[in-house]
């Protein structure tokens, strides 16, 4: 059974950091790319961040860049999402997501979410 639960998310005062982490179970995790998603009530789901399979290559969205860092640890079969600076319009729900195998993305995996408030 495939699993991805995030986690670390909560309120956070304009400026502050938080560390979201997605765990995940059940497909070979480093046949997998990875990504980071948001999403706010009435808009469309946004791409956040990205690493491919190797951990060798990662992407931003311009929003972001410079701010978020995204990593994974192969033993732990886990992605991380070190967000610092953050602001008001950071606040979404934040998935994590799996395409694979490798550029064939033949199967896709979502998390179910974790809550992020930048509020003061």
């Known amino acids: 059974q495939v699993q991805l639960v995030e986690s670390g998310g909560g309120l956070v005062q304009p400026g502050g950091s938080l560390r979201l982490s997605c765990t995940t179970s059940?497909?070979?995790?480093?046949?997998?790319?990875m990504k980071w998603y948001r999403q706010t009530p009435g808009k469309e789901r946004e791409y956040v961040a990205g690493i491919i399979h190797n951990g060798r290559i990662t992407d931003y969205a311009d929003s972001v860049k410079g701010r978020f860092t995204i990593s994974r640890d192969s033993v732990k079969r886990t992605i991380y999402l070190q967000m610092n600076s953050l602001k008001p319009d950071d606040t979404a729900v934040y998935y994590c997501k799996a395409e694979g195998p490798y550029a064939y993305n033949t199967h896709t995996y979502w998390g179910q979410g974790t809550q992020v408030t930048v509020s003061s």
């Open positions: 059940g497909f070979t995790f480093s046949m997998f790319n």
